[in-house]
């Protein structure tokens, strides 16, 4: 694999959009949607021009969100961040979308749309195709009176992250937020692990009514949305906005079916092992993070600044690019990774389409599932910098099918260089096992999430006690029935509140699922010839979003299939690795 050095930063300069331009007003981005949706197109070349001024302004305009998302989210308590955060989402984006509906319309109605596709290259007029039939559903959806309506959505989403970022409890005489609370259900303490696990879940419960209020406002104006662009719920709505074109309903129904068949018993299986290892007569869910070694926790790092160091010299040891992607993420100050209390939660990688670098966000406590994030968020940041070169906006934005293929394969394939974070090797064996174990159980988690979402949507009216009761339903279907929930049903019932994608993000968790499938995938095949593997997974996140999901996928070496028989396949490959470790 040749590719070893980072593109420049700076390579793409400006052409349309001045480098000095300010976005403090509405007006000031006027003119330039003016000059889009006005100005005369008489050739194919022209509309060209035409359509790479609008990305390069679309660019513009994101990354200027993104970093307004990203300060506020670092520090949820800070007025200004918030204040110029709610001023994009409530001035800026709501003027956009009446223009961006009309450039769509502009642009498949022009009489130069064919002459520009018939003058490309058979491989880039593939990839307008797969950009066209996205603003065909785009034009096909939208629908100027949801423009308050979203606007609304936006702002009141954002109260998820300030409610649950003001979340502290007090342990060891000391205020933590609920990320360094975690650490200690890791402590082989059992009177520990359950005294935090009542904490934690009690300051929860203290707000479960604010959240679970946010949450039907939310619900009530989704469904306002999905009714208004002719849809009958917000669920189909939702399926058409994400241009989902490679999967249907059904397909997800399938996946939770599958799931609950072939994964949920080996999830018994492991948590059985738990419970025996543990020499407990009941598994409760203060013991599920332990070590069943009975030793103390790992801790594969020390602070945010060591976890990037860590992070770096693994990734080097795949590939030197991919070691240098991290270390300009390091040197432009592109990542926030220690948890603090006024922080959002959570982690994301947020791509920056203008600059070709991301920036990665995370809640490190310095255990090994905060090195899981940051190679997983690594991977994702690997994806953009493997993109960056592509001039036309929208090739970089890849479908979450894929960008997650990209993150949750880093998880695996990384794993050969963990000797960087673990340099005792009954650690390393320790952290694998984990890893594994953790890929095998967070599929039901996906699946009971993404069943929820389809019952939240198509059954708009539900009440909050409908609600918690049909969680509980489903849950109990995924959860397996080894650990003991007895006398903390409540907790149980709640825990749906803890996943921010259902309040901030609705209908994105599925694709964990298909994506983790994809990774083992993956995985398998480097582990056969790490050479060839890794270089198919950089050939599949090179291709952007150019392609349709099942060819970016087979471009990698691997198939875009989450039915039965391949979930059955791909969990006794795991079931095999796991059993080499022990």
Known sequence: MKQTSVPSPAAQKRKYVPVSLE????????????????????????????????????AVISEDMA?????NSCDTVNPDYKAAYEFFVTEIQPNIAPYDDALNKKLLSSPYLDEFLNGLPLETRTAYGIYIRSIRKQVEIYREENIPLMTWLHTEENKYAEIIGAMTIEMEGKEITLQQASN???????????????????????????LDDLFSSLVKKRHQVALNAGFDNYRDYMFAALGRFDYTVQDCFNFHQAIAKEIVPICNTIDAE?????????????????????????KPFDGGEDLMNKTIECFSKLNPYL??????????????????????????????????????????VNSLRDLVTMVHEGGHAVHSFLTQDKEFMAFKDTPSEVAELASMSMELISMDHWNVFFSDSDELKRARTQQLEKVIST???????????????????????????????????????????????????????????????????????????????MWRNFKKDSTQGLHNYMEALKL??????????????????????YIQELAGFVKNEMQKLN
Not at 33 to 47: C, H, P, V, W
Not at 67 to 71: A, G, H, L, P
């Open 23 to 58: 976005i403090n007003a509405w007006s000031v981005l006027q003119p330039f949607y003016e000059d889009l949706q006005n100005r005369t197109i008489a050739s194919g070349k022209e509309f060209g021009q035409w359509l790479n001024d609008q990305s390069e302004l679309s």
């Open 67 to 71: 970093w307004r998302y990203i300060r």
């Open 184 to 210: 200690y259900l890791r402590d082989s303490r059992r009177e520990v692990r359950e005294e935090v696990y009542y904490k934690v879940n009690k300051r929860r419960a203290q707000d479960r009514e604010k």
């Open 274 to 298: 738990r419970k025996t290892a543990l020499k407990l007569d009941q598994l409760k869910p203060w013991d599920m993070e332990v070590d069943i070694s009975g030793k103390p926790p790992l």
């Open 323 to 364: 070691g240098q992607c991290m270390t300009t993420m390091r040197e432009m100050q592109h990542v926030d990774l220690d948890s603090r209390i006024g922080k959002a939660p959570g982690g994301y990688n947020y791509p920056l389409y203008e600059t070709g670098v991301p920036f990665i966000f995370m809640n490190s």
């Open 443 to 521: 599929l039901p988690w996906i699946a009971a999430i993404d069943k929820f979402q389809h019952w939240l949507y198509t059954n708009p009216d539900h009440t909050a006690e409908q609600r918690t009761a049909e969680w509980t339903s489903i849950n109990k279907e995924f959860t397996g029935n080894v650990t003991d929930y007895h006398g903390q049903e409540e907790f149980f019932g709640n825990s749906w509140q803890r996943q921010l994608h259902l309040f901030q993000v609705p209908f994105y968790y599925i694709e964990y699922g298909m994506a983790q499938l994809g990774a083992i995938a």
């Open 544 to 565: 952007g979003y150019t392609k349709s999901i099942g060819d970016i996928y087979q471009q990698g070496g691997i198939r875009f299939d989450f039915s039965q028989p």
